[in-house]
């Protein structure tokens, strides 16, 4: 049994950024300025020219470096490690209920529409009656 690692596949790495990113081909392709068949072609390689590697990695909007080491445990050790050690202190379905105005300040502002809205409808309905 061999102990030798197996190289890295950077067009699978590149493949599953992509798949990852929500990105088709044919988008990728456009954003360097290739075919799709290229890409597909690419993403099928082992190995994969630098320079086209760092207009790969532009586009993606990763490093070189994250292509070259990407491996799906770190992508899942990440999102771990985002949601345990995030602002929401675990609660993953935390919403964002900071409020940038006093809540209680717009209570107020609308009780005072309604009882001027009553107000307004009460002096209606006496200028209706005091016409009859």
Known sequence: MSTATKPKHIGRNISRI???????????????GISQQTVSGIEGSEE??????VEIAKALGVTVEAIENF???S????FNNFYDNSANN?????TNNHCTFNPLDKV???YE?????????????EKLMKGK
């Not at 992509?18 to 360097?32: T, V």
């Not at 992508?75 to 990440?78: E, L, M, R």
């Open 90 to 94: 675990g609660y993953l379905n935390n």
């Open 71 to 73: 491996s799906e445990e």
């Open 48 to 53: 994969v020219d630098s320079k086209k590697l």
């Open 108 to 110: 107020v502002e609308l």
């Open 18 to 32: 992509r798949e990852l990113r929500g990105m088709k081909q044919e988008a990728l392709a456009a954003a360097i």
């Open 113 to 125: 529409r309604l009882v001027q809205a009553e107000k307004d409808k009460v002096e209606y309905l």
């Open 75 to 78: 992508v899942f050790n990440f």
